[in-house]
């Protein structure tokens, strides 16, 4: 599997599929870039398709302490440098959205377009903060197995819990091939992220928000925090928090057609 090294000289791991226009998934939490295994294919026959393990997730190395959400964006800038791509998509699942987010602040100039899957622009609430300092401290005690466990159902819609069980098994072998680092690493990041619906309504680039019907980690009101004419929302029908594993076909055709919706605005806008 290829890998770099980042800025601060720490392996990352990627795979890079297909070729064209450059589209970056990022997991989530405790998850890798396997998440999108059965996306890749229908994205990869169109597009040049980047795939990286966050720091402390699947083959990627891993720091102690808390993992801002810049961080983990500058991870990507380093992966593109190293890549020599100027500018891609960027999607972010769930945490890889927060760090998409913090890529758009940082780096718009780098941005074709980007799209938060599953996730929201919103910070923690107190109680939310308190939970990921809970999870931080389990981890650190007991190991990673336990968390994994308790967290993987809640990511699935109720009905998929019992009818995909293959699919959770699959998303909770990934999970506990986490690093404790890892898992502590990312959990306090999210815990300390800001508020960044600013960036959402500023973007000068497309926007997409995919939500999941059934999603229960992602309220409804927090799903779609600003719209636009720039902003594409869209609901996933019978998904909750993983729609890359529970409805990967409806999941790649999304991403697919708001890429082709977003280059041929681009290109109306030069021809005008």
């Given at each position: 599997?290829?890998?770099?090294?980042?800025?601060?000289?720490?392996?990352?791991?990627?795979?890079?599929?297909?070729?064209?226009?450059?589209?970056?998934?990022?997991?989530?939490?405790?998850?890798?870039?396997?998440?999108?295994?059965?996306?890749?294919?229908?994205?990869?026959?169109?597009?040049?398709?980047?795939?990286?393990d966050c720091r402390g997730?699947?083959?990627?190395?891993?720091?102690?302490?808390?993992?801002?959400?810049?961080?983990?964006?500058?991870?990507?800038?380093?992966?593109?440098?190293?890549?020599?791509?100027?500018?891609?998509?960027?999607?972010?699942?769930?945490?890889?959205?927060?760090?998409?987010?913090?890529?758009?602040?940082?780096?718009?100039?780098?941005?074709?377009?980007?799209?938060?899957?599953?996730?929201?622009?919103?910070?923690?609430?107190?109680?939310?903060?308190?939970?990921?300092?809970?999870?931080?401290?389990?981890?650190?005690?007991?190991?990673?197995?336990?968390?994994?466990?308790?967290?993987?159902?809640?990511?699935?819609?109720?009905?998929?819990?019992?009818?995909?069980?293959?699919?959770?098994?699959?998303?909770?072998?990934?999970?506990?091939?986490?690093?404790?680092?890892?898992?502590?690493?990312?959990?306090?990041?999210?815990?300390?992220?800001?508020?960044?619906?600013h960036v959402l309504k500023?973007?000068?680039?497309?926007?997409?928000?995919?939500?999941?019907?059934?999603?229960?980690?992602?309220?409804?009101?927090?799903?779609?925090?600003?719209?636009?004419?720039?902003?594409?929302?869209?609901?996933?029908?019978?998904?909750?928090?993983?729609?890359?594993?529970?409805?990967?076909?409806?999941?790649?055709?999304?991403?697919?057609?708001?890429?082709?919706?977003?280059?041929?605005?681009?290109?109306?806008?030069?021809?005008?």
């Open positions: 599997m290829p890998s770099i090294m980042s800025a601060d000289r720490l392996k990352i791991a990627y795979s890079d599929e297909g070729q064209g226009i450059p589209v970056v998934l990022l997991h989530g939490y405790c998850g890798d870039r396997h998440y999108f295994d059965e996306a890749v294919p229908m994205l990869s026959w169109r597009f040049r398709v980047i795939a990286p997730h699947g083959e990627s190395g891993a720091t102690e302490g808390a993992y801002p959400m810049e961080r983990l964006a500058q991870d990507v800038v380093d992966l593109l440098d190293e890549l020599k791509i100027e500018r891609a998509f960027v999607f972010g699942h769930s945490m890889g959205g927060y760090a998409a987010l913090a890529f758009a602040e940082k780096h718009p100039e780098r941005l074709l377009g980007f799209g938060l899957l599953h996730s929201t622009t919103y910070p923690d609430d107190e109680a939310g903060k308190a939970g990921r300092e809970k999870v931080a401290k389990r981890v650190a005690e007991e190991g990673i197995k336990g968390h994994i466990d308790d967290l993987i159902p809640k990511l699935f819609a109720p009905d998929h819990r019992t009818t995909m069980p293959e699919k959770l098994a699959f998303a909770r072998e990934i999970g506990y091939r986490t690093s404790p680092q890892g898992a502590i690493g990312g959990a306090l990041g999210m815990k300390d992220r800001p508020d960044r619906l500023e973007a000068q680039v497309p926007v997409l928000l995919l939500a999941g019907e059934a999603d229960a980690v992602i309220a409804p009101e927090k799903r779609f925090p600003a719209n636009g004419p720039h902003i594409t929302p869209l609901t996933l029908a019978q998904a909750g928090h993983m729609g890359m594993l529970e409805k990967p076909l409806a999941f790649a055709q999304t991403i697919v057609e708001f890429v082709d919706r977003s280059m041929e605005a681009k290109d109306k806008s030069r021809d005008v």
